[in-house]
């Protein structure tokens, strides 16, 4: 069976967020906000901007798309207690009768969602079942691992960790969603192992929103790993500058990126500047020929 890549909707990178992590956990969330075309963007903007409040998730859902804001291997801030989970975001208002998760924006959304969490459980080794409270104690006892892990709400994590009091996603129909889940992995394994031909890789820094630029290097400095910083410093040499050059490296950064011309390791570092760290490590490996260079994080 081939392998499952993780999701890789476009990127609008959050202000705020941890270090490193192992995804062995899926909890889903409620924005408080319409669930309609543009609402994914317009709450990852909110996390991206300088205005962002201490808080953040790994993807925002909305009907027409889904959008990632912190990277799988990067600690998000979204349930007070969220070492080695993913936090998944559904646009919801969280408010009206529970049926409002069966409308036709809902459905379309879920269909997103139920394909992302299939695609992070198949990818990391998650089992793709619901957990109770007691099982989510006992993956917290048992160290975290993907092996024990599975799909939980919020309020889950409220209940049995109490770093928070938040009860979202209200009204969520959790067991349809974990059966959607299934069919979404049974398509992806089926797929899988019939050969396709593939469609051409967009260049992974296009990925990023368009018109996204470096303002600042202090994410490299930071979070980024020994690696991060060692393609920091070669793009310095590469363009005659030291790494203290700062404004200088980033003006850089953003003109090469302008005109197509960021070459491994600048790409790598632009990456790197914005908290994506799998997408920085996977152009430096691609660089030094561990492996080929793909779309997405596979
Ligand atoms: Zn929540």
Same mark, same amino acid.
């Given at each position: ?7 890789? &909707? &476009? ?14 956990? @899926? ?18 903007? +909110? ?24 990277? =799988? ?24 009768? *529970?049926?409002? +998760? ?23 080794? @998650? ?11 006992? +993956? ?7 092996? =024990? ?9 409220? $209940? ?8 979202? &996603? @209200? ?13 979404? *992995? ?7 192992? $019939? ?11 296009? $990925? ?41 490296? @980033? ?6 990126? *302008? ?5 491994? $390791? ?33």
């Amino acid at each position: 069976m081939s392998k499952i890549a993780p999701p890789a &909707p &476009p990127m609008i990178p959050a202000r705020h967020h941890g270090g490193a992590q192992t995804p062995a956990l @899926i909890v889903m969330h409620g924005t408080v906000s319409p669930c309609r075309k543009g609402n994914a963007r317009s709450v990852a903007n +909110w996390w991206h901007g300088t205005s962002s409040p201490d808080t953040s998730a790994h993807y925002v859902a909305d009907p027409g798309e889904s959008v990632q804001c912190v990277g =799988d291997h990067t600690e998000a801030y979204h349930c007070g207690y969220n070492l080695n989970s993913i936090g998944y975001e559904l646009s919801d208002p969280e408010t009206g009768a *529970a049926s409002r +998760w069966e409308d036709a924006d809902h459905k379309a959304m879920l269909a997103i969602a139920a394909v992302d969490v299939a695609r992070l459980c198949l990818a990391y080794g @998650i089992p793709i079942r619901r957990l109770s409270n007691a099982q989510l104690a006992a +993956w917290d006892k048992g160290g975290k691992k993907p092996k =024990d892990g599975g799909i939980v709400s919020h309020r889950q994590m409220s $209940t049995v960790f109490k770093k928070s009091t938040h009860t979202d &996603p @209200i009204g969520f129909p959790m067991a349809a969603f974990v059966k959607q889940v299934k069919a979404a *992995a049974a398509d992806l394994q089926k797929g899988a192992s $019939t050969p396709v031909s593939k469609p051409k890789p967009k260049d992974p820094v296009d $990925t990023l929103a368009p018109g996204e630029k470096v303002t600042s290097l202090a994410q490299i400095n930071q979070h980024g790993s020994a690696r991060e910083k060692a393609a920091l410093a070669q793009f310095a040499k590469n363009q005659g500058l030291k790494v203290t050059q700062t404004g200088e490296l @980033i003006r850089r950064l953003n003109v090469l990126r *302008a005109e197509g011309k960021l070459g491994d $390791t600048g790409r790598a570092v632009f990456y790197a500047a914005h908290g994506w760290h799998e997408k920085a490590l996977d152009e430096l490996d691609a660089r030094d020929g561990k492996k080929a260079a793909t779309p997405g994080k596979a």
